[in-house]
């Protein structure tokens, strides 16, 4: 069955970097587009980033641009968040989730899900 499997969370200062990871399986990763979203405790689930299925397109949202940049290898089934410039803001629970060539910014157009990973910046 299709699973997404995020690591690379943890504890970092503000300022620091984070990388985090999801790996997929059950699924040809490399047909499907992957989003990067967050949620922190009482909130919706916010849409971060979002890359092709070939990779060759990002698109991102204003709260991370500059900082935040997605990346995939489709070799390894993995793609990937390198966060930048954290922000005590940042703290969250980050999800990857397979998407397909009409994916956006929505959660809606999002067909499966990780388990999520917890990044937490203190300040």
């Known amino acids: 069955q299709v699973q997404l499997v995020e690591s690379g969370g943890g504890l970092v200062q503000a300022g620091g970097s984070l990388r985090l990871a999801c790996a997929a399986s059950?699924?040809?990763?490399?047909?499907?587009?992957t989003g990067w979203f967050r949620q922190s405790p009482g909130k919706e689930r916010d849409f971060l980033a979002r890359?092709?299925?070939?990779?060759?397109?990002?698109y991102y949202a204003d709260s991370v641009k500059g900082r935040f940049t997605i990346s995939r290898d489709n070799a390894k089934n993995t793609a990937f968040l390198q966060m930048n410039s954290l922000k005590p803001e940042d703290t969250a629970v980050y999800y990857c989730?397979?998407?397909?060539?009409?994916?956006?910014?929505?959660?809606?157009?999002?067909?499966?899900w990780g388990q999520g990973t917890q990044v937490t910046v203190s300040s």
């Open positions: 989730a397979q998407g397909d060539h009409d994916s956006d910014y929505r959660v809606a157009s999002y067909r499966y």
């Open positions: 059950g699924f040809t990763f490399s047909s499907y587009a």
């Open positions: 890359i092709n299925w070939i990779g060759g397109r990002t």
